[in-house]
């Protein structure tokens, strides 16, 4: 199926971690034209990605640098027709949320929620400027939330309400981008645990694996890439033209029940597939 990415303009936020990789990664194969953004690895991204890509960095919390980041964009390709809202952070360290510090509270709210509501904000911003595309290939916002915003997670509350805050930015821009853009779209991905660099540490505990996946009827942990073609269909102006304010869960089955006992979980076969 075409996708009809081809020369699309496709900014995509925390480009440089597992998730961001993969995106970008699966964008370039669908022959898009690639923003990237980075915050402190933007020298690595720079040098895996600069003679392919429009490759800038910016400070996701702060606004004033995620509108010039925009403005790059907009200059360097003349417009920007998707984006994908993938830049996040979480705190490995387990604290309830009496024990967690303002510090480390405030550092995820405003990389997570802010920094996702600052790049819708850019992103309509430029539209606005730029108007829609004449050949009615509507913009595209895609958020990368989780499933933590939906059940809660235990040890990080932060998270898990800066993930939840994703749901105002969906329900109500979706409603916002028709008036610059008539088939403008917004939806969001919803992942699950994702073997990426950020969770490895976590997920290489024992016993973590057979307690994540005890909720999923699929008993495997989702691939980065598993998330990157989610956000294809989702922001393809011909897979998901009629899609908009839908939330796509990427989590196994996940519905936050027991469905194995953690005997029944081979946490090595788990690690195995992953390989495959």
Not at 37 to 50: C, I, N, Q, T, V
Not at 58 to 82: K, L, N, P, Q, T
Not at 247 to 272: F, I, K, N, S
Request: proline share 3%; charged share 20%; aromatic share 6%.
């Amino acid at each position: 199926m075409d996708l009809a990415l081809k020369d699309k303009v496709v900014l995509v936020t925390g480009a440089s971690g597992g998730i961001g990789a993969a995106l970008a990664e699966a964008f370039a194969a669908e022959g898009a034209q690639l923003v990237l953004h980075a915050g402190s690895k933007f020298a690595e991204l720079d040098r895996a990605w600069g003679k392919r890509a429009l490759v800038v960095q910016a400070e996701i919390s702060d606004c004033a640098s995620v509108e010039r980041m925009f403005a790059a964009a907009a200059a360097h390709y003349g417009r920007v027709d998707s984006v994908i809202a993938n830049a996040g952070r979480w705190t490995p360290e387990f604290a309830l949320v009496h024990q967690a510090s303002e510090a480390r509270i405030r550092s995820i709210l405003e990389t997570n929620l802010l920094g996702t509501l600052w790049t819708a904000r850019a992103f309509l911003g430029t539209l606005a400027k730029t108007g829609p595309r004449a050949d009615g290939h509507g913009a595209s916002l895609v958020l990368i939330g989780s499933t933590a915003g939906r059940f809660g997670e235990k040890g990080h509350a932060e998270y898990a309400v800066s993930k939840a805050g994703l749901y105002g930015i969906l329900h109500s821009i979706k409603n916002e981008i028709v008036a610059l853009d008539p088939f403008g779209r917004v939806n969001m991905i919803e992942p699950g645990w994702t073997v990426t660099r950020m969770a490895r540490p976590a997920l290489e505990q024992p016993g973590v694996i057979a307690a994540v996946v005890r909720t999923m009827p699929l008993r495997q942990l989702a691939r980065a890439e598993d998330i990157a073609r989610a956000a294809l269909f989702l922001s393809s102006p011909g897979a998901a033209r009629h899609v908009s304010g839908q939330v796509l869960t990427v989590a196994g089955g996940m519905e936050g029940r027991v469905q194995w006992e953690t005997r029944e979980v081979d946490e090595a076969a788990v690690r195995a597939r992953l390989s495959q």
